[in-house]
T-cell receptor
Framework: AQRVTQPEKLLSVFKGAPVELKCNYSYSGSPELFWYVQYSRQRLQLLLR??SRESIKGFTADLNKGETSFHLKKPFAQEEDSAMYYC????????????FGKGTRLHILP | ETGVTQSPTHLIKTRGQQVTLRCSSQSGHNTVSWYQQALGQGPQFIFQ???????GRGNFPPRFSGLQFPNYSSELNVNALELDDSALYLCASSIDPAPNYEQYFGPGTRLTVT
């Protein structure tokens, strides 16, 4: 069965330090992977997707098919990065259209 | 361009009752997906509607049902409510059901079952 694992519930990082939010997936097909973010009192929104290979707000994520990972990284954390981050796997399967991880709360310390 | 809207914002129901939640998709979007998000969990896929037809369903019992209308707005109906149905219900719309398309989420409806 398809699965997305985010091993950390909470990650606290000092401002200016590097950030890495981990995401591992389990899927036999070719994965479409996303990172969604939810800032305080805002709705869930797309941060980035692996096919676009872009950097958004300084964040990047590389798909590693060998390790089945899609970790989210940023070299220098900013206070406004504090939010809830969800890794998501999207498939063509009718039963598992999109599978979200449980999320990691990123807390940037001043 | 109007974003995804959901109504109501909050709802309190009693076990055994029925509830209908509503979602208006973003302009130009023909696909709506519904999710249940329990406290401390990620969103869990309930079902998806594409051009008024169900286009996929997650592991939810038949008492969870839905509709999509010609204007692509959608309803989620839950019959015989159980305490475990208490959750945030999210809907998301996209311009296409293919997996590489971004989903645009609504603010959610908080359902409490007592």
């Amino acid at each position: 069965a398809q699965r997305v694992t985010q091993p950390e519930k909470l990650l606290s990082v000092f401002k200016g330090a590097p950030v890495e939010l981990k995401c591992n997936y389990s899927y036999s097909g070719s994965p479409e992977l996303f990172w969604y973010v939810q800032y305080s009192r805002q709705r869930l929104q797309l941060l980035l997707r692996h096919i676009s290979r872009e950097s958004i707000k300084g964040f990047t994520a590389d798909l590693n098919k060998g390790e089945t990972s899609f970790h989210l990284k940023k070299p220098f954390a900013q206070e406004e990065d504090s939010a809830m981050y969800y890794c998501a796997l999207s498939t063509f399967n009718r039963d598992d259209k999109i599978i979200f991880g449980k999320g990691t709360r990123l807390h940037i310390l001043p | 361009e109007t974003g995804v809207t959901q109504s109501p914002t909050h709802l309190i129901k009693t076990r055994g009752q029925q509830v209908t939640l509503r979602c208006s998709s973003q302009s130009g979007h023909n696909t709506v997906s519904w999710y249940q998000q329990a406290l401390g969990q990620g969103p869990q896929f309930i079902f998806q509607y594409y051009r008024e037809e169900e286009n996929g369903r997650g592991n939810f019992p038949p008492r969870f049902s839905g509709l999509q209308f010609p204007n692509y707005s959608s309803e989620l109906n839950v019959n015989a409510l159980e305490l475990d149905d208490s959750a945030l219900y999210l809907c998301a719309s996209s311009i296409d059901p293919a997996p590489n398309y971004e989903q645009y989420f609504g603010p959610g409806t908080r359902l409490t079952v007592t």
